[in-house]
C-alpha cells in the first residue's frame, strides 16, 4: 500500500484516455443529475472520452430519454432482462480508450473525481483504482478501502478502512474495486476477460474479479480524494423477495470460494460450508440449501471458472492464494494508524 509516488509524466498522461462504461435498469429518473455530473469530471481532464450505457431492457423509458437527449452516447441495449455481469461485459467489450470506468447509473461523480487517480497507471501493477463512496445527499461514507477479513476458512468482504490521519504520500490498498465506480485499465480488464458471468444476475462479481486481479500478479488501489456520491436503493418490501435476494447472494459466495480456494483451504471451507448448511436447515433457513444445489448444479460451470483462471495465473507467472494476498494488506499496514468499518 504504501510506497513512495511515481508521478506521472505528460506524455503518459496525454495516452490515457477514458471510456465510461454505465450499466442501467430503469435509472432514467438519475439521469439528468448522474450524467451532468459525468460529463463536467470528464471534461475536467481534458482527455478524449466515450459514454457507454447499456440498457438492461428497462420498463422506464430509459433508453428513448438518452436517444432523445443525449443522442452521442453510445447505448446498447439487451433483448431480455440479463443481470449486471451480461449487461457491464457488453460496455468494456465495445470500449476504445485505455482506461475504462464502471459506473453505476445511480452514482454521481465529484468534478475533480479523476484527477487524483491517474497516477496509479504509472505503476505497471495496477489493475484499478475506486474512489470513496458517501451518501448522495449527506457525507456519511458508504465505501472505503476494502480489507480483507477471513472467518475461519471464509474471506469476508464487508470490512472497510481508512487512515486516521490521510496522507498524499500513501497509496491505498483495496481487496476489490466497487463496480459501483472502478478505473480501470482496459488491457487487464481484457486479459481477465471482464467480469465473470456465472455470478448473475446480481452480487460477488466485482470482487470475483478483483481477486482474480490481485491472485494473478495486479493491484488494486483506494484513492480517498476520488468521491461519488451514491443514491441507495429502497428497501425491500416483501419476504419473499428478500428470501430470493439472500438465496443468490449466497449461492454467489459459494461459487467464489469454490473457484478461488484449493487444497487445505478447501477442504476446510467445504466442511465448515457443511456445518452451516446443517445449522441453517435446523433453524428452517431453507433459502441456504437452495443456494447449495445451485452450486451442484453449476458445478461443471465452476469448475471451468476455476481452470480459466488457472490458464490466466499461466500466462502472467504469477498465482497468489487468499491468504497471501491478506499478508500483503497485513505488511503495507505496518505501523499506521488506521480506522476499519463494515460497509
Given at each position: 500500500m504504501y510506497k513512495e509516488k511515481?508521478?506521472?509524466?505528460?506524455?503518459?498522461?496525454?495516452?490515457?484516455?477514458?471510456?465510461?462504461?454505465?450499466?442501467n435498469y430503469n435509472g432514467v429518473h438519475l439521469f439528468p443529475e448522474t450524467l451532468a455530473a459525468l460529463y463536467k469530471a470528464l471534461e475536467y481532464t481534458g482527455k478524449k472520452y466515450e459514454i457507454?450505457?447499456?440498457d438492461d431492457h428497462s420498463t422506464d423509458g430509459s433508453a428513448d430519454y438518452l436517444?432523445?437527449?443525449y443522442p452521442e452516447i453510445i447505448l446498447l441495449e439487451n433483448e431480455r432482462?440479463?443481470?449486471?455481469?451480461?449487461?457491464?461485459?457488453?460496455?468494456?467489450?465495445?470500449?476504445?480508450h485505455e482506461l475504462v470506468l464502471l459506473l453505476n447509473s445511480d452514482v454521481k461523480l465529484s468534478e475533480k473525481y479523476f484527477i487524483d487517480q491517474f497516477k496509479y497507471f504509472d505503476l505497471p501493477d495496477t489493475f484499478g483504482v475506486m474512489g470513496k463512496i458517501i451518501g448522495w445527499e449527506d457525507e456519511k461514507i458508504q465505501d472505503g478501502a476494502k480489507y480483507p477479513v477471513f472467518e475461519g476458512f471464509k474471506l469476508k468482504t464487508s470490512m472497510n478502512y481508512l487512515p486516521v490521519e490521510?496522507?498524499?504520500?500513501?497509496?491505498?490498498?483495496?481487496?476489490?474495486?466497487?463496480?459501483?465506480?472502478?478505473?480501470?485499465?482496459?488491457?487487464?480488464?481484457?486479459l481477465l476477460d471482464g467480469f465473470n458471468e456465472l455470478y448473475s444476475p446480481f452480487y460477488m462479481e466485482d470482487v470475483d474479479l478483483s481477486a482474480r486481479a490481485w491472485r494473478s500478479g495486479h493491484t488494486c488501489?483506494?484513492?480517498?480524494?476520488?468521491?461519488?456520491?451514491?443514491?441507495?436503493?429502497?428497501?425491500?418490501?416483501?419476504?419473499?423477495?428478500k428470501k430470493?435476494?439472500?438465496?443468490?447472494?449466497?449461492?454467489?459466495?459459494?461459487?467464489?470460494?469454490?473457484?478461488?480456494?484449493?487444497?487445505?483451504?478447501f477442504t476446510g471451507w467445504a466442511i465448515q460450508t457443511l456445518f452451516e448448511l446443517i445449522f441453517r436447515l435446523v433453524t428452517l433457513r431453507g433459502d441456504y440449501l437452495k443456494s447449495f444445489m445451485e452450486l451442484l448444479k453449476n458445478w461443471e460451470a465452476v469448475k471451468r471458472s476455476s481452470e480459466d483462471f488457472e490458464q490466466v495465473c499461466k500466462n502472467t507467472g504469477r498465482k497468489?492464494?487468499?491468504?497471501?494476498?491478506?499478508?500483503i494488506f497485513q505488511r503495507s499496514l505496518n505501523g499506521k494508524e488506521i480506522k476499519f468499518f463494515r460497509g
Amino acid at each position: 500500500m504504501y510506497k513512495e509516488k511515481q508521478f506521472i509524466t505528460p506524455s503518459v498522461l496525454k495516452d490515457l484516455n477514458i471510456s465510461v462504461v454505465i450499466p442501467n435498469y430503469n435509472g432514467v429518473h438519475l439521469f439528468p443529475e448522474t450524467l451532468a455530473a459525468l460529463y463536467k469530471a470528464l471534461e475536467y481532464t481534458g482527455k478524449k472520452y466515450e459514454i457507454i450505457i447499456i440498457d438492461d431492457h428497462s420498463t422506464d423509458g430509459s433508453a428513448d430519454y438518452l436517444r432523445k437527449h443525449y443522442p452521442e452516447i453510445i447505448l446498447l441495449e439487451n433483448e431480455r432482462n440479463s443481470g449486471f455481469s451480461v449487461t457491464i461485459n457488453k460496455g468494456i467489450f465495445a470500449a476504445g480508450h485505455e482506461l475504462v470506468l464502471l459506473l453505476n447509473s445511480d452514482v454521481k461523480l465529484s468534478e475533480k473525481y479523476f484527477i487524483d487517480q491517474f497516477k496509479y497507471f504509472d505503476l505497471p501493477d495496477t489493475f484499478g483504482v475506486m474512489g470513496k463512496i458517501i451518501g448522495w445527499e449527506d457525507e456519511k461514507i458508504q465505501d472505503g478501502a476494502k480489507y480483507p477479513v477471513f472467518e475461519g476458512f471464509k474471506l469476508k468482504t464487508s470490512m472497510n478502512y481508512l487512515p486516521v490521519e490521510p496522507q498524499d504520500d500513501t497509496y491505498l490498498l483495496s481487496l476489490y474495486l466497487s463496480g459501483a465506480n472502478a478505473l480501470i485499465r482496459r488491457d487487464k480488464l481484457l486479459l481477465l476477460d471482464g467480469f465473470n458471468e456465472l455470478y448473475s444476475p446480481f452480487y460477488m462479481e466485482d470482487v470475483d474479479l478483483s481477486a482474480r486481479a490481485w491472485r494473478s500478479g495486479h493491484t488494486c488501489y483506494f484513492e480517498p480524494l476520488s468521491v461519488c456520491r451514491h443514491k441507495t436503493s429502497e428497501s425491500i418490501r416483501t419476504k419473499e423477495k428478500k428470501k430470493h435476494i439472500r438465496s443468490i447472494y449466497n449461492r454467489n459466495k459459494l461459487y467464489f470460494h469454490a473457484i478461488h480456494l484449493s487444497g487445505f483451504g478447501f477442504t476446510g471451507w467445504a466442511i465448515q460450508t457443511l456445518f452451516e448448511l446443517i445449522f441453517r436447515l435446523v433453524t428452517l433457513r431453507g433459502d441456504y440449501l437452495k443456494s447449495f444445489m445451485e452450486l451442484l448444479k453449476n458445478w461443471e460451470a465452476v469448475k471451468r471458472s476455476s481452470e480459466d483462471f488457472e490458464q490466466v495465473c499461466k500466462n502472467t507467472g504469477r498465482k497468489l492464494s487468499l491468504r497471501s494476498v491478506k499478508k500483503i494488506f497485513q505488511r503495507s499496514l505496518n505501523g499506521k494508524e488506521i480506522k476499519f468499518f463494515r460497509g
